[in-house]
């Protein structure tokens, strides 16, 4: 008979490279995140969380639209944090929003900046999908 094929783990992440102690401590306090296309309200933020796994950082988000329909996520590993900016390795959906049926998936490298002394980290790949201009943004 033959022997089943023997499944590794995936392999650990990197260490979060932590380049600016005060811009860490922003992103683990981080307190919602939003796309433009579902609503830049405060009270309408989606939830962000952050975990550790050993000495890596780990990030999930997700914003839906009040009327149920329309969501974004974010999901990744933060590879590095800068005073200005981190740079996540992950996947990024956006579904059903501005319009329906319109779905975005794409995993890879993205940077999020902090520009203009704003309250928030923006994904610096703005049309990274339809050629729409996504404003993906986590408040700290």
Same mark, same amino acid.
């Given at each position: 008979h033959d022997a089943l094929p023997i499944c590794s783990p995936e392999p650990p992440a990197a260490p979060t490279q932590v380049q600016d102690r005060p811009a860490l401590e922003r992103l683990l306090g981080a307190s919602g995140m939003t796309l433009q296309w579902l609503s830049w309200t405060s009270s309408e933020r989606g939830q962000v969380d952050l975990s550790w796994q050993d000495r890596a950082l780990f990030l999930k988000g997700e914003q839906r639209g009040t009327d149920g329909t329309g969501r974004v996520s974010?999901?990744?590993?933060?590879?590095?944090?800068?005073?200005?900016?981190?740079?996540?390795?992950?996947?990024?959906?956006?579904?059903?929003?501005?319009? /329906?049926?319109?779905?975005?998936? !794409?995993?890879?490298?993205? #940077?999020? /900046?902090?520009?203009?002394?704003? !309250?928030?980290?923006?994904? #610096?790949?703005f049309e990274w999908c339809d050629y729409l201009t996504d404003y993906i943004d986590i408040y700290f």
């Open positions: 974010v999901n990744g590993h933060v590879v590095r944090i800068s005073a200005d900016e981190f740079i996540l390795n992950g996947t990024i959906i956006i579904e059903d929003t501005p319009d /329906a049926g319109r779905r975005c998936e !794409k995993s890879g490298e993205w #940077r999020f /900046a902090v520009t203009q002394n704003r !309250k928030y980290w923006r994904l #610096r790949q």
